[in-house]
Nanobody, 127 residues
């Protein structure tokens, strides 16, 4: 099991940017596929982006394409989510997730595929 701690959330005006970070414990971070999800009030948790353990394969939700960038630094046991051109509809609690990867190229995109979750960080974009 890996422990995850998110940071970097906050309040930002529409059109602004934020970079979320997720620090993972454990010495086997490189074997984990990592993902970002978000949950707005009254809505289900939804996939935002995922990255394979080698950092080469990436998936984005349609809502994140062309605005968000997921990356990872295995030496720092950290995964990032750079969010640009933020919109009010991006307002949500953002969660980092991890699961042991069956292969170097695997990317998970559903909540059921991830085993470990962080506590979340709030992102608010006022309308």
């Amino acid at each position: 099991q890996v422990q995850l701690v998110e940071s970097g959330g906050g309040l930002v005006q529409a059109g602004g940017s934020l970079r979320l970070s997720c620090a993972a414990s454990g010495r086997t971070f490189t074997r984990y596929v990592m993902g970002w999800f978000r949950q707005a009030p009254g809505k289900e948790r939804e996939f935002v982006a995922g990255i394979s353990w080698n950092g080469i394969n990436i998936k984005y939700a349609d809502s994140a394409k062309d605005r968000f960038t997921i990356s990872r630094d295995n030496a720092k046991n950290t995964v990032y989510l750079q969010m640009n051109s933020l919109k009010p509809e991006d307002t949500a609690v953002y969660y980092c997730a991890a699961t042991v990867s069956p292969s170097y190229s695997y990317v998970a995109a559903t909540t059921g595929e991830y085993r470990d979750w962080g506590q979340g960080t709030q992102v608010t974009v006022p309308s």
